[in-house]
Each structure stands twice: as C-alpha cells, then as structure tokens.
C-alpha cells in the first residue's frame, strides 16, 4: 500500500505508526514544518494542495491536531476555537477533500483519545473535540463512495508520554506503543468501516 501518515515525523504516536506501517508499506509523512511533504490541517487550500502531490494514495492516517488545555473557567470563545480549527475541522478536511483523490477503497484513519470517554481536569476542549470526530466518523463512514472506509483510533495516554503528562491523567494506565500502533494497522489492514478503535489499556 502506498500510505499518507500526517504527523508521522514528528509526534510521539504518529512516529511509530509510520514505523511500524513502513514495515509493509510504502509511507510518506507530513507535517507542518517536517516530513516529505508539508501540509498544515489548519488550512483546507494547504490539505487539497498536498492531496494533488501525492496521487494514487491507498490510506490516509491523521496523528496530529492541536488543542487548548485549561481551566473551563478561563476558556475563551478563541481557546474553544483552537481544537475545533486543528484536531476536529483538520481531520474533517482531511476525509472531506481526500475523498477526491485517493484511489477507490482506500481508508481513511483519524485520530481522537481517551478523553471523549474519560476526561481529566482542563480537558473540555480536547474531550470535545474527540467525541464529535467519534460522531463524525460513525456518520459519515456509510455516506463514502467508491469503497473508502473510515475509522477513528482512539488512544489512551501511552506509555513513551506518561512521565510527561502522567500527572495529568490521574489514575491512568499507561498503553503500550506498540498496542496503540496495532490499532492504526487494524484500521489500514483491515475491512470494517465506521468504527471506533478504542485502545485505553
């Protein structure tokens, strides 16, 4: 398979998942300022620019998108904004441009997180934004055309980023990498549609 992975240069989990794809792949990554083709999700022009680059794709898979972190009681209107624009529109773009351009069956795989089910202190806006692209992917996945799929992978906090952000995710258990990357392959591999990969332990 000839494989897009966004976020595949630089993130935690997008790194891995390029890893562990290129192993049986063709991969090539993207992100804004790193990879082998740049791209910001932000930007519907830049996502339909990169779409025209790399023609002839059998999968897309997302592991970026930004949200805000902080007290609800500080959130601004702008703040709320911030994941809606990256990790909610970004994604949304990705499945609603790429639709034209990638070959007839190919897949299209998100990514949400543990949030939408069990959030943590400061976490509305990613909590948020995760359950509406649980939302979108189960409504839209039967609306596709062509024979393209779509799921979305949704991580608990793994294992290479719990000393880091451990103390924001109380109570936990940290996922190991190569499980969570295991649910990206299922979703490119696979043959369902519509479905949430929820990898929380």
């Not at 949200?67 to 773009?93: C, H």
């Not at 055309?145 to 952000?165: H, I, M, T, Y």
């Not at 936990?172 to 591999?189: D, I, L, Q």
């Amino acid at each position: 398979m000839k494989i897009l992975v966004i976020g595949g240069n630089s993130g935690t989990i997008g790194k891995s998942v390029a890893g562990r794809l290129g192993k049986k792949h063709e991969v090539i990554t993207a992100g804004r300022t790193s990879g082998d083709i740049q791209v910001d999700i932000n930007d519907a022009e830049s996502i339909q620019q990169m779409f025209a680059s790399v023609p002839d794709l059998d999968a897309v898979v997302c592991c970026s998108g930004a949200t805000k972190w902080a007290p609800f009681s500080r959130m601004s209107e702008e703040d709320l904004y911030v994941g809606i624009k990256s990790k909610l529109m970004g994604q949304v773009n990705l499945v609603r441009i790429g639709k034209d351009f990638v070959k007839p069956g190919a897949s299209f795989t998100l990514t949400s997180g543990i949030l939408a089910d069990d959030p943590v202190y400061m976490s509305s806006n990613a909590a948020m934004v995760n359950g509406a692209l649980h939302s979108f992917v189960k409504a839209v996945a039967p609306e596709l055309e062509n024979g393209l799929r779509l799921n979305v992978v949704a991580p608990g906090l793994v294992e290479e980023s719990a000393e880091r952000l451990g103390d924001a995710f109380p109570g936990h258990t940290p996922v190991p990498m190569n499980k969570v990357a295991s649910g990206y392959v299922r979703s490119v591999e696979g043959m369902f549609t519509g479905e949430v990969i929820r990898i929380f332990e």
